[in-house]
């Protein structure tokens, strides 16, 4: 298997403009978490899936941020409208169930100007 | 409240020298799962190593150990014979929950920065 990828490796966009991101988990796993890298605030747990389904959301900043996962293999975490608060590095990772580690995707760095 | 406390912002060793990394967790669970992850200045999120919380031995993969602690909640990494390439951020993690229930997620501590001289 080729890992978690993810798409795009970097991104600049101007502030207002909406920004999709987008993963593919490692295939067979059940869980595909999103998480958000800062220097201040550390890497940060936005959203979780199970089986496609979010389970827990509570990360997610505001009503800006939204992630989906139509299927097993893909995932999107949108940002509309951007702001250049939103300047990080945001990884996704997917696991098998229990206590397994996680694997990540190579992140993706978001620049807003 | 923070579940997952990794006080050290910052380490330095030197080569050869083991080091030890602290972090304690918070949680209520009988049963959950604590990982290490290493982060190099390219930015990749790298598995170290994982102790589960029903393991009697410390777990080890090679040069890498865990320290744990069960009582005091604490869930230390040590690293053996440090070398130049062991610079980088560490992350202590945990998962919670019951292996029959749907999982929780991965939760990360803030890092510390291990600098590695010669």
């Known amino acids: 298997d080729a890992g978690v990828i993810q798409s795009p490796r970097h991104e600049v966009t101007e502030m207002g403009q909406e920004v999709t991101l987008r993963c593919k988990p490692i295939s067979g796993h059940d869980y595909l978490f999103w998480y958000r890298q800062t220097m201040m605030r550390g890497l940060e747990l936005l959203i979780y899936?199970?089986?496609?389904?979010?389970?827990?959301d509570s990360g997610m900043p505001e009503d800006r941020f939204s992630a989906k996962m139509p299927n097993a293999s893909f995932s999107t975490l949108k940002i509309q409208p951007s702001e250049p608060r939103d300047s990080a590095v945001y990884f996704c990772a997917s696991s098998p169930g229990g206590f397994t580690e996680a694997f990540f995707g190579q992140g993706t760095r978001l620049t807003v100007v | 409240a923070q579940k997952i406390t990794q006080t050290q912002p910052g380490m330095f060793v030197q080569e050869k020298e083991a080091v030890t990394l602290d972090c304690t967790y918070d949680t209520s669970d009988q049963s959950y799962g604590l990982f290490w992850y290493k982060q190099p200045s390219s930015g990749e999120m790298i598995f170290l190593i994982y102790?589960?919380?029903?393991?009697?031995q410390n777990a080890t993969e090679g040069r890498y150990s865990l320290n744990f602690q069960k009582a005091r909640k604490s869930a230390n990494l040590v690293i053996s014979a440090s070398q130049l390439g062991d610079s980088a951020m560490y992350f202590c993690?945990?998962?919670?929950?019951?292996?029959?229930?749907?999982?929780?997620?991965?939760?990360f501590g803030k890092g510390t920065t291990l600098s590695v001289s010669s």
């Open positions: 993690a945990m998962r919670e929950g019951q292996m029959d229930q749907a999982g929780t997620a991965l939760i």
């Open positions: 899936f199970n089986n496609n389904v979010p389970i827990d």
């Open positions: 102790q589960g919380s029903y393991d009697e």
